[in-house]
């Protein structure tokens, strides 16, 4: 079974441009969650589609908007990028319905992002 | 709001000894899922066991178990026999068993080294 990628791995962008970042989950997965790592606040989440919509959503500003396509792919958008904004950005997949916690969430390697 | 708190910010182990790495959580819900992640290098969040509250078993994968104790809310994690492999940051994790809610709460992590 192909893991959850993630693409770009690495990314550099002007303060005030926007970014999109991609996360293909593992097949027959339903749900994708997203989340922001740094070294000041840790691991922070930030929204989970299922099934195009979106079902779970953080405490970020409206500046992080995300979507899901009927292949469970899933994007992230960042627009106006802060130098806040430099961080690691994970997703995970899951099936999205009551095993989920059984079975735990498979993670991409990230896409590491980098505002100048 | 579930928090999880993982009091340890760095651990060392000689390598074949066993360490154990604490978390402690507060939740008002009586059904919920724990986790601990490795974070490697690498960077892909590995998960390395998981543990049902409405279980009273701990578990245990391999060289990994668990010391849950609901009543308390600790979840700490014991690896025996360590190896340079198990280099790593450590994350507990917290998600409701509520039916739609798969957010994950992470702790800030522990970082473990090992010594040869």
């Known amino acids: 079974k192909a893991g959850v990628t993630q693409t770009p791995r690495y990314l550099i962008k002007t303060r005030g441009q926007q970014v999109t970042l991609s996360c293909s989950p593992i097949?027959?997965?339903?749900?994708v969650s997203w989340y922001q790592q740094t070294p000041g606040q840790g691991l922070q989440f930030l929204f989970e589609?299922?099934?195009?919509?979106?079902?779970n959503k953080g405490n970020f500003p409206g500046r992080f908007s995300g979507r899901q396509f009927s292949n469970s792919r899933s994007e992230m958008n960042v627009s106006t990028l802060e130098l806040g904004d430099s961080a690691l950005y994970l997703c995970?997949?899951?099936?999205?319905?009551?095993?989920?916690?059984?079975?735990?969430?498979?993670f991409g390697s990230g896409t590491r992002l980098t505002v100048v | 709001a579930q928090t999880v708190t993982q009091s340890q910010p760095e651990m060392s182990v000689q390598e074949a000894e066993t360490v154990t790495l604490s978390c402690t959580y507060d939740?008002?819900?009586?059904?919920?899922?724990l986790f601990w992640y490795k974070q490697p290098p690498s960077r892909q969040m590995i998960l390395v066991i998981r543990?049902?509250?409405?279980?009273?078993q701990n578990a245990t994968e391999n060289r990994f178990s668990v010391n849950f104790q609901k009543a308390a809310k600790s979840f700490s994690l014991k690896i025996s026999d360590s190896q340079l492999g198990d280099a790593a940051m450590y994350f507990c994790?917290?998600?409701?068993?509520?039916?739609?809610?798969?957010?994950?709460?992470f702790g800030t992590g522990t970082r473990l080294t090992i010594i040869p």
């Open positions: 995970a997949s899951s099936p999205g319905t009551g095993t989920s916690g059984v079975y735990g969430y498979t």
């Open positions: 097949s027959g997965h339903r749900s």
């Open positions: 589609y299922f099934s195009e919509t979106q079902r």
């Open positions: 939740t008002s819900e009586s059904d919920y899922y």
């Open positions: 543990q049902e509250a409405y279980k009273q």
């Open positions: 994790a917290y998600r409701s068993a509520n039916f739609g809610n798969e957010k994950l709460t």
